[in-house]
């Protein structure tokens, strides 16, 4: 007998005893389970890959939407600071409008003071010559009711 026998009866108890403990099954059993297992992995995979597009869509239409929301801020706001000039530049004009009109009231009330201040003064003079000249023609009583009288005329055409 020679060692090829040996080898080939060694083989076949070892076969045998591989079928008699279901060792065949097991290690079918085993690459299922593992084949089982890459196949569940590379679905998760792909079901993560799916989650992470969706959020990625989700993420960049967020991005344009708040590009959008502060375009529509800086927007708004050059807006209300066009409407603030405006109106910082009416409420100007109006309150150097308003001053002019009181500058040019009180110059007319200076005119009209001063026009009746000079009325005043001549209306004195004329009072004062008037009662000279009357004074030195007419005597004394005589001429003092015309001066009372001659003032009650002027003061009565001022009023």
Do not use: C
């Amino acid at each position: 007998m020679d060692n090829t026998f040996w080898a080939t009866v060694a083989l076949l108890i070892f076969v045998v005893v591989a079928i008699y403990f279901k060792v065949p099954g097991l290690i079918s059993k085993s690459l299922d389970e593992r084949s089982n297992n890459i196949r569940n992995e590379l679905e998760e995979a792909k079901r993560l890959r799916e989650e992470a597009k969706q959020l990625l869509a989700d993420f960049q239409q967020k991005r344009k939407q708040a590009e959008k929301d502060a375009a529509d801020i800086v927007a708004a706001a050059k807006r209300e600071a066009d409407m603030l000039l405006e109106e910082a530049h009416r409420k100007t004009e109006e309150y150097v409008t308003r001053r002019t009109a009181l500058a040019e009231q009180k110059i007319e009330q200076a005119e009209r003071e001063a026009v009746i201040e000079v009325r005043a003064s001549a209306v004195d003079i004329a009072v004062e010559a008037a009662r000279k000249l009357l004074a030195d023609k007419v005597d004394a009583k005589s001429g003092a009711a015309i001066f009372k009288s001659s003032l009650g005329e002027v003061k009565s055409r001022l009023n």
